[in-house]
């Protein structure tokens, strides 16, 4: 079965600095990967995900992620943030094969923007 | 387009009750999950409906939760004896198609509180 981590609980960044998001992965494969970002009351929103071929994919909001086999890991990350990112943020993977199954989740990482 | 909607938004019963929640998906839809997420931890998939039919339940976490989708389009997860331990947000997805590639797209969630 797969699994994803996501180590860091709680990130505090300032406003225009540089993001770095950490996802590990655990699958027997290349898994469907996804990043999803929940807004307080809002529903969850994919903001990117990958499934083959170039390994930096680019997703909404100026935020981009990089697939990494050796490393199973799946980072997200964005050059500038603004206060509108304050939100959690979630890493899934999709199994591959078979149908559209469900997916599973990370812990989420709540992301926190200081003025 | 009009997104997933889940009705309510907030229940709250006592212990021992029995709940539907209820999940419209996006039309055209041909995939429909439903996912549970306790406070401070990410979504928990529960089941996995194409079509009319369950091509996977195994996140059920026992015979007290049962979900069903009769004409394809609208499903109702059914909680009976809720327990406390039984609340949390539960969230409904929809997708198209029978790919685990094909992005899916939330609703705004149910919460349950059992007391």
């Known amino acids: 079965a797969q699994s994803v981590t996501q180590p860091d609980i709680h990130i505090t960044v300032s406003e225009g600095a540089s993001l770095e998001l950490r996802c590990n992965y655990s699958y027997g494969a290349t898994p469907y990967l996804f990043w999803y970002v929940q807004s307080p009351g809002q529903g969850l929103q994919l903001l990117l995900k990958y499934f083959s071929g170039d390994t930096l994919v680019q997703g909404i909001k100026g935020f981009e992620a990089e697939f990494k086999r050796s490393q199973s890991s799946f980072n997200l990350r964005k050059p500038s943030v603004h206060w509108s990112d304050a939100a959690e943020y979630f890493c899934a993977v999709g199994a591959r094969g078979g149908g559209a199954d469900g997916l599973t989740f990370g812990k989420g990482t709540h992301l926190i923007i200081q003025p | 387009g009009a997104g997933v909607s889940q009705t309510p938004s907030n229940k709250v019963t006592e212990k021992g009750k029995y709940v539907e929640l209820r999940c419209d998906p996006i039309s055209g839809h041909t995939a429909l999950y439903w996912y549970r997420q306790s406070l401070g931890q990410g979504p928990e998939f529960l089941i996995y409906f194409q079509g009319t039919g369950a091509a996977d339940d195994s996140g059920l976490p026992n015979d007290r939760f049962f979900a069903v989708r009769p004409e394809g389009s609208v499903s109702t997860l059914k909680i009976q004896r809720t327990e406390r331990g039984d609340s949390a947000v539960y969230l409904c997805?929809?997708?198209?198609?029978?790919?685990?590639?094909?992005?899916?797209?939330f609703g705004p969630g149910t919460r349950l509180t059992v007391l």
């Open positions: 997805a929809s997708s198209f198609g029978t790919s685990g590639a094909n992005e899916q797209f």
